[in-house]
């Protein structure tokens, strides 16, 4: 979880001022970052990447993830 926690800090450290100019319906490239570089960490637990990321919903960013990378089986 280390690796998470440098992670995280240093892309909300960076970059929090996009946060709050982005709108709630479309992301950042700030926060899609941020939103691989965990998922890559810990997978589907969209809860602590909500958590990691102001603003956003784990509901708001599992639908996100759902629509961007939905597989074609």
């Known amino acids: ?3 998470m926690n440098q992670i995280s800090q240093e892309v909300i450290i960076d970059s ?3 946060f709050e100019g982005a709108s709630q319906s479309e992301f950042s490239e700030a926060e899609i970052d941020l ?3 965990i998922y890559n960490l810990i997978g589907e637990r969209w809860s602590l990447i909500a958590g990691r990321i102001p603003g956003r919903t ?3 960013i599992e639908k996100y993830w759902k629509s961007k990378h939905a597989s074609s089986a």
């Open 1 to 3: 979880m280390a690796g």
């Open 35 to 37: 939103i691989v570089r």
């Open 58 to 60: 784990a509901e708001e």
């Open 16 to 18: 929090s001022e996009s």
